[in-house]
């Protein structure tokens, strides 16, 4: 199957939507501008979504990140990105490529929404929530949903800027895996989690 060609640069509507979208729901954008092409493709290789055959994007926001995974996907591969800012949705189903399906809804129906679909257990999770700015109940139920939902070694993978994610996660997925990527404004952190296959899941 052929794939579309989603490479773009980042037009300035998009930018100007994104920034938009911080000063409406500062709590649901982790930054005012979009991620850099070095964060993106930090976060392919991070992810290793080349392999994958189920992704998940959590918090897409204007897609430039979704764009960046579906060039480096499988061609049999499928990419569900739940959004909940209905300002970007729009934006997101522009992406014109058969494996994307763009969800409106919350991350803490990630179940619901894999099962809506009839997708296989996701290989990949990736997240651009901001945790930090959640309620600490909120981002415990999203992440245990993430564990719930990912295959036995599954990956998940979540940018940001600050380091609440980790703490919430520790009880959750174990301790992450933490890199920094400089070349994005601001620098952002990248955690990884592995599921391991003999971790026994959580109440």
């Known amino acids: 199957m052929k794939q579309k060609n989603n490479k773009r640069p ?16 500062p709590q649901q954008v982790g930054s005012v501008i979009p991620s850099s092409r070095f964060l993106e493709q930090r976060l392919v290789e991070i992810t290793q979504v080349a392999q994958a055959r189920t992704v998940v994007e959590l918090g897409p926001g204007t897609g430039g990140t979704t ?15 739940i959004e909940i800012n209905p300002d970007f949705l729009p934006i997101l189903r522009k992406i014109d490529d058969p494996r994307l399906i763009v969800h409106a809804g919350n991350a803490l129906n990630l179940k619901q929404a894999i099962e809506k679909y009839n997708l296989d257990a996701p290989d990949v999770v990736l997240s651009g929530i901001p945790f930090s700015t959640l309620r600490r109940d909120v981002g415990e139920k999203i992440l245990r949903s993430v564990f719930d ?48 296959s003999a971790q026994p899941e959580h109440a």
């Open 10 to 25: 980042k037009s300035q509507d998009d930018r100007i939507a994104f920034l938009q979208g911080f000063l409406k729901e």
């Open 67 to 81: 764009r960046k995974l579906l060039e480096a996907m499988r061609p049999d591969a499928k990419l569900v990105a």
């Open 149 to 196: 939902v990912l295959a036995p070694e599954g990956r998940f993978v979540a940018y940001q800027l600050r380091d609440r994610v980790e703490s919430l996660s520790r009880p959750i997925f174990g301790p992450a895996q933490v890199s920094v990527e400089l070349l994005n404004i601001p620098p952002m952190r990248v955690y990884r989690w592995q599921k391991d």
